[in-house]
Nanobody, 127 residues
Protein backbone atom coordinates (compact mmCIF):
# COMPACT_ATOMS: atom_id res chain seq x y z
CA UNK A 1 0.00 0.00 0.00
CA UNK A 2 1.37 3.38 -1.04
CA UNK A 3 1.33 6.09 1.58
CA UNK A 4 2.49 9.70 1.41
CA UNK A 5 2.96 11.95 4.42
CA UNK A 6 3.70 15.66 4.07
CA UNK A 7 5.35 17.77 6.72
CA UNK A 8 6.88 21.19 7.09
CA UNK A 9 3.89 23.46 6.69
CA UNK A 10 3.98 26.63 8.78
CA UNK A 11 3.17 30.31 8.93
CA UNK A 12 5.79 32.58 7.38
CA UNK A 13 6.05 36.18 6.36
CA UNK A 14 5.99 37.47 2.82
CA UNK A 15 9.41 37.07 1.29
CA UNK A 16 10.32 34.20 3.55
CA UNK A 17 11.23 30.61 2.80
CA UNK A 18 9.86 27.24 3.75
CA UNK A 19 10.69 23.65 2.94
CA UNK A 20 8.12 20.89 2.65
CA UNK A 21 8.83 17.17 2.84
CA UNK A 22 6.88 14.15 1.70
CA UNK A 23 7.83 10.75 3.05
CA UNK A 24 6.76 7.95 0.73
CA UNK A 25 6.24 4.29 1.50
CA UNK A 26 5.13 1.47 -0.76
CA UNK A 27 6.51 3.02 -3.97
CA UNK A 28 9.97 4.27 -4.92
CA UNK A 29 10.24 7.97 -5.67
CA UNK A 30 13.04 7.08 -8.05
CA UNK A 31 10.70 5.25 -10.38
CA UNK A 32 7.72 7.51 -10.85
CA UNK A 33 6.45 10.94 -11.75
CA UNK A 34 5.59 12.76 -8.55
CA UNK A 35 4.25 16.22 -7.92
CA UNK A 36 3.26 18.89 -5.47
CA UNK A 37 -0.22 20.39 -5.62
CA UNK A 38 -1.90 23.11 -3.62
CA UNK A 39 -5.48 24.02 -2.82
CA UNK A 40 -7.28 26.95 -1.22
CA UNK A 41 -10.94 27.31 -0.13
CA UNK A 42 -11.63 29.32 -3.27
CA UNK A 43 -9.52 27.46 -5.84
CA UNK A 44 -9.44 23.92 -7.10
CA UNK A 45 -6.41 21.79 -6.35
CA UNK A 46 -3.70 22.85 -8.81
CA UNK A 47 -0.30 21.47 -9.66
CA UNK A 48 2.76 23.41 -8.58
CA UNK A 49 5.71 21.27 -9.63
CA UNK A 50 6.43 17.82 -10.98
CA UNK A 51 9.47 15.55 -10.91
CA UNK A 52 9.97 12.58 -13.20
CA UNK A 53 11.66 9.35 -12.29
CA UNK A 54 14.71 10.43 -14.29
CA UNK A 55 14.96 13.69 -12.36
CA UNK A 56 13.50 16.05 -14.94
CA UNK A 57 11.31 18.71 -13.41
CA UNK A 58 8.43 20.97 -14.37
CA UNK A 59 6.99 24.07 -12.73
CA UNK A 60 3.94 26.18 -13.29
CA UNK A 61 4.75 29.75 -14.28
CA UNK A 62 3.63 31.28 -10.98
CA UNK A 63 6.37 29.51 -9.01
CA UNK A 64 9.22 29.33 -11.52
CA UNK A 65 12.39 30.76 -10.04
CA UNK A 66 10.97 30.61 -6.51
CA UNK A 67 10.16 26.95 -5.85
CA UNK A 68 12.44 23.95 -6.22
CA UNK A 69 11.24 20.36 -6.32
CA UNK A 70 13.67 17.60 -5.47
CA UNK A 71 13.86 14.10 -4.11
CA UNK A 72 16.16 11.93 -2.05
CA UNK A 73 16.07 8.36 -3.29
CA UNK A 74 17.90 7.09 -0.22
CA UNK A 75 15.20 8.54 2.03
CA UNK A 76 12.44 7.83 -0.50
CA UNK A 77 11.20 11.35 -0.01
CA UNK A 78 10.03 14.26 -2.12
CA UNK A 79 10.72 17.89 -1.23
CA UNK A 80 9.55 21.36 -2.14
CA UNK A 81 11.74 24.33 -1.27
CA UNK A 82 9.76 27.55 -1.44
CA UNK A 83 11.55 30.91 -1.51
CA UNK A 84 10.32 34.48 -1.92
CA UNK A 85 6.94 33.39 -0.66
CA UNK A 86 3.94 35.56 -1.48
CA UNK A 87 0.54 35.77 0.13
CA UNK A 88 -0.91 34.06 -2.95
CA UNK A 89 1.11 30.96 -2.03
CA UNK A 90 -1.08 30.42 1.03
CA UNK A 91 -2.70 27.02 0.60
CA UNK A 92 -2.76 23.42 1.70
CA UNK A 93 0.07 21.65 -0.10
CA UNK A 94 -0.24 18.01 -1.16
CA UNK A 95 2.29 15.61 -2.57
CA UNK A 96 1.09 13.10 -5.12
CA UNK A 97 2.44 10.01 -6.83
CA UNK A 98 1.57 8.55 -10.21
CA UNK A 99 2.17 5.26 -11.96
CA UNK A 100 4.04 7.00 -14.78
CA UNK A 101 7.81 7.25 -14.95
CA UNK A 102 7.89 10.57 -16.77
CA UNK A 103 5.95 13.71 -15.98
CA UNK A 104 5.17 14.21 -19.65
CA UNK A 105 3.67 17.31 -21.16
CA UNK A 106 -0.07 17.11 -21.04
CA UNK A 107 -0.29 14.65 -18.17
CA UNK A 108 1.80 16.02 -15.33
CA UNK A 109 -0.58 18.91 -14.72
CA UNK A 110 -3.63 16.64 -14.69
CA UNK A 111 -4.86 15.83 -11.23
CA UNK A 112 -6.22 12.52 -12.51
CA UNK A 113 -2.69 11.38 -13.40
CA UNK A 114 -1.88 10.87 -9.73
CA UNK A 115 -3.17 7.85 -7.92
CA UNK A 116 -1.81 8.45 -4.43
CA UNK A 117 -2.08 11.55 -2.24
CA UNK A 118 -0.90 12.72 1.11
CA UNK A 119 -3.11 14.35 3.70
CA UNK A 120 -1.76 17.85 3.04
CA UNK A 121 0.14 20.43 5.04
CA UNK A 122 -0.90 24.05 5.60
CA UNK A 123 1.29 26.91 4.40
CA UNK A 124 0.25 30.41 5.43
CA UNK A 125 2.08 33.47 4.11
CA UNK A 126 1.26 36.78 5.75
CA UNK A 127 2.60 40.31 5.64
Amino acid sequence: QVQLAESGGASVQVGGSLGLSCAVSGQLVSGYCMAWFRQTPTHEREVVAGLSGDGKYNYVDSVKGRFTISKDNSRNSLYLQMDSLQSEDTAIYYCAASHFYTCSYGIWTNRGTYKYWGQGTQVTVSS
